[in-house]
């Protein structure tokens, strides 16, 4: 079965700080690859995904993520975090022969410090 | 942009009750989603539709819950029964297509079970 962990459930940085939010996976095949976002009382934001080709990809707000299968990691990042970005930020896989639906890992909450 | 749309945001009702959540997804979707989030846990997959059928269920998903498209615009998920562990957010979510497809998520009903 098809599974995600985010290694960090709190990350504090500092506003300018450079970012980066791990995410493992266990998949069979070549996966397909989300970040989504949540910000207080919001719904989920698709930040970027990951589907084949460049294993690097460009989101949305300056997000980036890097695909590494020999390592089954989504790191994603970001070079300087704004205050607007302390959200928690949600890893997701899918979908596979079991189904269309997405598997979420835990989440990461991002504080930003002033 | 379109988005998919959820009401209410918070539903509270009292143990043993019928709620039925709303989502109107994006117009020109095909597939139909629906997740929850217990507080503090993951964002786990309930039950996915399309063509007027349910495609694919979680072990979540028991005789309790039920999904209908009552017409060409809403989709709701109805909980028979209510219990105290329903108490949850419940995220709609649509997509063009399944499989690769992203999948656009609602802002969520905040579900509380008394």
């Known amino acids: 079965a098809q599974s995600v962990t985010q290694p960090d459930i709190h990350i504090t940085v500092s506003e300018g700080a450079s970012l980066e939010l791990r995410c493992n996976y266990s998949y069979g095949a070549t996966p397909y690859l989300f970040w989504y976002v949540q910000s207080p009382g919001q719904g989920l934001q698709l930040l970027l995904k990951y589907f084949s080709g460049d294993t690097l990809v460009q989101g949305i707000k300056g997000f980036e993520a890097e695909f590494k299968r020999s390592q089954s990691s989504f790191n994603l990042r970001k070079p300087s975090v704004h205050w607007s970005d302390a959200a928690e930020y949600f890893c997701?896989?899918?979908?596979?022969?079991?189904?269309?639906?997405?598997?979420f890992g835990g989440g990461t909450r991002l504080m930003v410090k002033p | 942009e379109p988005e998919v749309t959820q009401t209410p945001s918070h539903q509270v009702t009292q143990m043993g009750q019928e709620v039925i959540l709303r989502c109107v997804p994006i117009s020109n979707h095909l597939y139909f989603y629906w997740y929850r989030q217990i507080l503090g846990q993951k964002v786990e997959f309930l039950v996915s539709f399309y063509n007027n059928e349910i495609s694919e269920k979680s072990e979540i998903f028991d005789d309790q819950f039920s999904v209908e498209r009552p017409d060409g615009s809403n989709f709701t998920l109805k909980i028979r029964s209510t219990k105290l562990e329903d108490s949850a957010m419940y995220f709609c979510?649509?997509?063009?297509?399944?499989?690769?497809?992203?999948?656009?998520f609602g802002p969520g009903t905040r579900l509380t079970v008394l």
């Open positions: 997701a896989v899918g979908p596979s022969s079991a189904g269309n639906m997405l598997t």
């Open positions: 979510a649509s997509s063009d297509w399944p499989g690769a497809d992203t999948q656009y």
